[in-house]
């Protein structure tokens, strides 16, 4: 398909008219898009410049929150996630944060975000596409449901920020319990 499609026998229309819901290859190209962010060390660049030095659980989470939401409404959500999670591992270790108290907040994160610009999440696109084939409204524009989606986000990092610490389990990993971890993940 992606042959016909850059050799110029098949228009963009044609060649993505044989699937369910065109805006599903907008989140396909997103994927290969955070996969070369992976692959680039964008995640280590990630762990160090963005999230910086927190001085509280709370502060750390706002730091956090801060770039996955607004990566969050470019790409979508489910691959920033993917991304982020062991550059916000590494940094929760480095500063002796419980990551417990930040993937939750990061997950919000992400999906907050996603809700600020239509190809934040799948789920806008895949609504964008039947509102447009089942009605005579016109495609949505990028940020035309930022009014609810911006307000939305900054409530999310606010409640998170108030609350989290109090609300989030404070939990280790297995292996950081155990007295010798390199035995027990040898004999797992």
Avoid at 15 to 22: I, M, Q, T
Avoid at 69 to 79: E, I, R, W, Y
Avoid at 129 to 144: E, I, K, Y
Wanted: with cysteine; proline share 5%.
């Amino acid at each position: 398909l992606t042959l016909l499609l850059l050799t110029g026998v098949l228009t963009p229309a044609e060649a993505l008219a044989g699937l369910a819901n065109e805006g599903m290859v907008t989140v396909a190209v997103l994927y290969v898009v955070v996969s070369g962010l992976q692959e680039t060390g964008g995640t280590a660049w990630v762990s160090q410049s963005l999230l910086g030095r927190p001085r509280s659980v709370a502060h750390a989470q706002m730091r956090m929150m801060a770039p996955v939401s607004a990566l969050s409404a470019f790409l979508n959500n489910t691959p920033v996630v993917a991304m982020f999670i062991p550059a916000v591992q590494d940094w929760a270790k480095r500063y002796g944060i419980a990551a417990s108290h930040l993937m939750l907040p990061l997950s919000y994160a992400a999906i907050a975000g996603g809700t600020c610009t239509l190809i934040g999440t799948s789920t806008n696109l895949v609504v964008n596409g039947l509102m447009v084939a089942q009605t005579d409204q016109p495609s949505l524009g990028m940020f035309d449901i930022a009014w609810v989606g911006v307000p939305t986000l900054l409530l999310t990092i606010l409640f998170t920020a108030l609350l989290g610490r109090r609300l989030l389990p404070e939990r280790s990993s297995v292996l950081s319990q155990l007295e010798d971890a390199r035995e027990y993940t040898v004999e797992m």
